[in-house]
């Protein structure tokens, strides 16, 4: 026979709570911000997990500033069916944090008096309250302070359990963050800022192949001339038919995604500094381009950003593995949804 249910009371905490746990555990925080719940919402139960019960009142607390931001939606249709998706997203994540506290009972897991309290005094400090302002927050939920210190210690549990259970699952090498290293000059070249000039000698819609050849064999000859030494902007003023001619072709800065033809960007961001290249055809015709000027910003080096690289992986291994972790304990559970 089944143990008997329990209900977790689980009244409306600070928001920094809510965040705090949502950042520490790698749950969603997208429903952490909200009015209280009217305390004449009648309760009934929406999950079972274990002997344990999830109610309407602690699932209705994460979904109220879901619905605040649905309201923006013209689509009544629309809205409703991506509130159904984050309900049951919201109530997936509170049937984790249930699993999470069973596993921190059966492991032994225990948090001391000293240490809820002082969490409590952490979070007050964060949210800039005193006792009066606690005292008047509590009163408004009709919570009391040993409510409010039995939701703590659950979630002071999970941050417990998490960390006995997953730390093995965080190691970086060296190896991981020279890797992760790379990848960010990587990143930071292709955000290196681009400065160049084109002469476009425009193709006519219709043209036969001689007139293709034609235009292109003189594109050549620009570019051969540039390679030479003529001055790029003179060659522009003098040959080119797209704006900007009488400016020497002058394209300013050039960004990935800012409305260049791909042909001509991809071919910009491979030139070094003062190279010219061509001809290359586009639905506008065919481009001799020069890239005038490149602005890198030389990166950190790696000892400098080994400390933000080693806690981005760590966090990112994290996140996998709670995910892993919970999925595991889900399988194993007994998990009924009434909602």
């Known amino acids: 026979m089944r143990p008997q249910l329990r209900s977790r009371t689980s009244p409306v905490w600070t928001r920094q709570v809510r965040l705090s746990m949502a950042l520490s555990l790698g749950l969603a925080t997208s429903a952490l911000i909200g009015p209280a719940l ?19 009142s602690e699932l209705q607390e994460l979904i109220i500033p879901v619905q605040m931001r649905l309201q923006s939606i013209a689509d009544p ?5 991506l509130l159904r998706e984050q309900t049951q997203q919201a109530l997936d994540q509170l049937i984790g944090q249930r699993l999470l506290v069973q596993v921190a009972q059966e492991q032994g897991v225990s948090v001391s008096d000293e240490q809820v309290e002082g969490h409590l ?43 006995r259970n997953l730390a093995g699952k965080m190691q970086v090498t060296d190896s991981d963050l020279k890797s992760a290293y790379q990848d960010l000059l990587t990143e930071r070249k292709a955000e290196a800022r681009v400065e160049g000039a084109h002469i476009i000698l425009p193709v006519a819609s219709g043209a036969d192949a001689a007139g ?11 570019l051969n001339r540039a390679q030479k030494g003529e001055p790029f902007g003179d060659l522009a003023r003098q040959y080119s038919k797209g704006s900007g001619a009488s400016n ?50 030389a990166p950190p080096s790696f000892e400098e950003l080994r400390p933000q690289l080693e806690g981005r992986l760590r966090q990112e291994r994290f996140q996998s593995a709670l995910k892993e972790w919970l999925e595991k304990l889900k399988a194993g559970a007994f998990i009924e949804r009434k909602l």
């Open 38 to 56: 009217d305390a004449k919402v009648v309760d009934r139960v929406v999950a079972v997990v274990n002997d344990d019960v999830i109610t309407l």
């Open 212 to 222: 293709e050849a034609s235009t292109k064999q003189l594109a050549s000859e620009l």
């Open 248 to 297: 020497g072709g002058d394209l300013g800065v050039i960004t990935r995604g800012g409305g260049l033809p791909q042909e001509l960007e991809e071919a910009f961001f491979t030139l070094k500094q003062g190279e010219v290249a061509g001809p290359i055809r586009t639905a506008f015709g065919y481009h001799v381009i020069k890239v005038t000027r490149i602005e890198a910003q």
């Open 121 to 163: 005094q952490s979070v007050m400090r964060q949210q800039g309250w005193g006792e009066a302002e606690l005292t008047q927050y509590l009163s408004a939920q009709g919570m009391t302070r040993d409510d409010l210190k039995a939701q703590s210690r659950d979630f002071l549990m999970q941050q417990h359990v998490t960390q």
């Open 77 to 81: 249709l629309k809205r409703a069916e």
